[in-house]
């Protein structure tokens, strides 16, 4: 049982955000004057710096607690509760911070920080009619609360709540230029498909819940709890109607992770993302690719005792994992879009971090979670700024020999591909290699397969960043010449903000550095993240890698990653009319790659038609237009109708007298009733 | 003393005569007539069974006499609205026939 320290300033981590977003609301909705721009920034930067800073501030306290287990709770009241007895289900208002969602508060505020400000830049030319300037940043508040909510929450309803908000905002980002009927239909897309995930994450909630009733244990949804009494219920075995026997953890687990492959884009329920590139080049930063996308990691890392005793579950995490990041890795490669490429990237990395979760390595799973937070916001925001630069040409196609004209932007890019790509001492060096050795490692079925994957995996990345590079900043220009010239480094207010995660991005690795490192120097507990991390995770035998073994693969894996940069130098600098060749000669493949697998078409054809058609031929047609509209609504109305007309109008016949008759008539048959 | 049977049973009387009164007669002014006897044969019945159980839970009680009063306010209320119906509807039909006015129906 952990220490719960009461700390009352942590409801002010997400509150702050909420009480930004609801000014904004109360200015746009209600009051409907202009609010000055000052003041919205002011409000809407302040609330998540502040929430930053009071976040270094519990990070601080939670360290300097006495007994490494300690967790830092703000209980503010039952927010719901019902049913009586063991059966009786409660829900508090409380958060938490335990070293696991101090990490990630920090990375939400600290980043979302940093993307609010250069968001006053991004957003400056955004339309002032409709109030766009002021309605995004209420809607990237209520966001920075929601993905806060999710992360403090101490129960899994708080998380719900969170993780519906989170996906709430960002369906109304992705839309955010609603007037384009496409960027409304790429939002409602996402939100659709989150909601098959939430549907799983919900019934994982039932059936933890009932779980524990049918145990006896009133154990409730809060975090602590759980894992108090999770091993009254891990043996549980439930029958399949087919026979066998499954043991319940692992339906369990499958259900939430139904609800992480939703939100964190995973196989099969990765399509909104690509799609969710039709929003503000900073929502996809800080909604799409740093945190909300990551909050699935976050909750299988939150889970990890249920999924240390789910060996199925996690073995499907794993190689769903993989195979995703295999999987949009190569999507990645024929794509011209430049956002639409970090939007495969992000889907492959979360499946690294799968990958790792998966296999137990849970601190492997947050490390790239925060590394990826680092770069990929980077990498997207840079994105940004050369989409500014190019006057909102997001074609990679007509870009190239950028490298001249938007020096700074250039250095910042150069730096998130170097740090992705996985080149050495940058961020994700460190911690795909832990990744990597954890796929090796780890016991589950085909790990060697893994393994090879994530490394074959590694090398596609590396490959498709630096061609995604070359093209955009080296060459000649292939923009239009009158383009060309207009051709701009972004406001400071933009790229500054660039260099702080490009630091972060190099040198975010040094959280993690191998304890193999650590033994040269003769230093313990090297990995500082792990160290934080380790208490709160479930207790496993450590898998043990030789120190030859190790460095090996941290060999294939930095070689394979310069055998990527090597191919995207000669293909797209040396001779770039090779590429071209190439897609020409495997023109089959190629389609296949720059069409996504057909995997939209697929879906569109098996899942989204035919649910049109039943939805219009049964549900509307046949249940709301003829049962609802016309037995129950209409049916009732032509009913009473049909008897007044022939029978009961004669009743009223305007004779007061008869009234005064039936009237009478009725009270001496209740007095007979009564009295008889 | 006049045992309550008596009592019960003239309000009965009157009660019915009042009933008959309004649904057989066709002049509303004799229709009203007919429910201030049968208001007042309530009354009665109520004074009666004060009389006959003049205590309540809280000693000596005026239950039945209160009601009594509170039944003919009520009732000089009606009969003035009534009245003025009456009136109104006179001069709108020249007539006090009940079933002049019958026009609100299907």
């Not at chain 1, 000055?36 to 270094?56: D, H, K, N």
């Not at chain 1, 409304?184 to 039932?206: E, H, M, P, Q």
């Not at chain 1, 990237?345 to 979360?350: A, D, P, R, Y």
């Amino acid at each position: 049982m952990v220490n719960e320290t009461p700390e009352s300033l942590l409801r002010w981590i997400p509150l702050l955000p909420l009480l930004a977003a609801a000014f904004h609301g109360v200015a746009i909705g209600i009051v409907r004057r202009p609010t000055p721009r000052w003041a919205v920034i002011a409000l809407s930067c302040g609330a998540v710096v502040l929430s930053f800073l009071l976040s270094c501030y519990a990070f601080i306290e939670l360290v300097s607690l006495p007994g490494g287990s300690s967790v830092l709770v703000d209980r503010l009241y039952t927010w719901f509760g019902a049913g009586i007895g063991s059966t009786r289900f409660t829900a508090d208002l409380a958060f938490r911070v335990d070293p696991l969602s101090a990490v990630m508060i920090l990375v939400v505020t600290g980043v979302g920080s940093l993307i609010h400000v250069y968001s006053i830049g991004y957003m400056d030319d955004d339309d002032r009619d409709d109030r766009g300037f002021q309605r995004f940043f209420c809607y990237m508040n209520l966001f920075t609360f929601s993905m806060l909510m999710l992360v403090l929450g101490d129960n899994l309803v708080l998380m719900f709540l969170g993780w519906e908000g989170v996906g709430l905002c960002s369906y109304l980002l992705i839309g955010f230029w609603y007037s384009d009927r496409a960027n409304a239909y790429c939002g409602s897309k996402a939100f659709i498909v989150n909601r098959i995930g939430d549907f799983g994450f919900l019934i994982g909630i039932f059936l933890l819940f009932k779980a524990f009733v049918d145990a006896g244990v009133p154990a409730g949804v809060g975090f602590a709890e759980i894992a108090e009494h999770f091993e009254k219920i891990a043996g549980v075995a439930i029958a399949t109607p087919w026979g066998s026997e499954w043991l319940l953890v692992n339906v369990i687990g499958l259900c939430f992770f139904v609800g992480a492959a939703g939100k964190s884009a995973q196989i099969p329920l990765y399509v909104w993302l690509p799609d969710a590139m039709a929003g503000p080049t900073p929502v996809s930063a800080l909604i799409h690719a740093a945190t909300m996308v990551t909050a699935g990691v976050y909750m299988v890392c939150r889970l990890s005792f249920l999924y240390a005793a789910a060996p199925v579950a996690s073995a499907l995490i794993a190689w769903t994992g993989a195979l995703t990041a295999l999987f949009a890795a190569t999507i990645a490669i024929a794509q011209t879009d430049i956002k639409k490429v970090l939007a495969y990237s992000t889907v492959s990395q979360l499946g690294y971090m799968f990958l790792a979760a998966g296999c137990g390595g849970y601190t492997g799973a947050i490390f790239h979670l925060v590394t990826h937070a680092f770069f990929k916001a980077l990498l997207f925001l840079g994105a940004g700024a050369v989409i500014l630069a190019m006057h909102h040409e997001q074609d990679i196609e007509k870009m190239g020999g950028l490298r001249r004209r938007i020096p700074r932007t250039h250095i910042v890019f150069f730096t998130g591909v170097y740090a992705i790509s996985g080149f050495p001492l940058a961020s994700a060096f460190f911690s795909k290699d832990e990744i990597l050795v954890t796929a090796w490692a780890s016991h589950v079925p085909g790990h060697q397969a893994l393994y090879t994957i994530a490394l074959l995996t590694a090398g596609i990345t590396a490959f498709y960043m630096w061609r995604l590079y070359f093209k955009t900043f080296h060459g000649e220009s292939r923009a239009a010449v009158e383009a060309a010239q207009h051709v701009h480094e972004p406001a400071a207010l933009i790229v500054n903000p660039l260099f702080v995660l490009a630091f972060l991005s190099v040198f975010g690795g040094m959280l993690g550095i191998p304890q193999i490192y650590g033994d040269w120097f003769g230093i313990e507990n090297m990995h500082s993240l792990n160290n934080f991390l380790a208490p709160i995770w479930p207790p496993a035998e450590p898998h043990q890698v030789a120190h030859v073994t190790e460095l090996l693969m941290t060999g294939a894996a930095v070689g394979i990653a310069l055998l990527g940069f090597g191919i995207a130098h000669h293909l797209y600098v040396q001779r770039p009319e090779l590429p071209g060749r190439i897609a020409e000669r495997l023109a089959g493949f190629h389609t296949l790659l720059v069409h996504k697998y057909y995997v939209d078409e697929l879906y569109d054809a098996v899942v989204v038609r035919p649910l049109v058609k039943f939805s219009d031929a049964v549900l509307f047609r046949a249940v709301d237009a003829g049962l609802i509209d016309g037995v129950a609504v209409n049916g009732t109305a032509t009913a009473v109708r049909a008897l007044a007309a022939n029978g009961l109008r004669r009743f009223q016949s305007g004779l007061a007298q008869s009234y005064v008759a039936s009237m009478l008539v009725g009270t001496g048959a209740i007095l007979w009733y009564l009295l008889g | 003393m006049i045992p309550l049977d008596h009592v019960i049973g003239l309000s009965a009387i009157l009660f019915t005569i009042g009933v008959v009164g309004v649904v057989t007669r066709r002049n509303v002014i004799v229709i009203l007539m007919s429910i201030e006897l049968m208001l007042n044969a309530v009354n009665l019945a109520f004074v009666g069974g004060n009389r006959l159980w003049p205590t309540g839970p809280a000693g000596v009680s005026y239950d039945g006499q209160v009601f009594v009063l509170m039944v003919i306010t009520v009732a000089a209320a009606e009969v003035a609205v009534g009245l003025g119906i009456v009136i109104s509807m006179f001069r709108n039909r020249d007539s006090v026939n009940i079933d002049d006015v019958s026009l609100l129906k299907w």
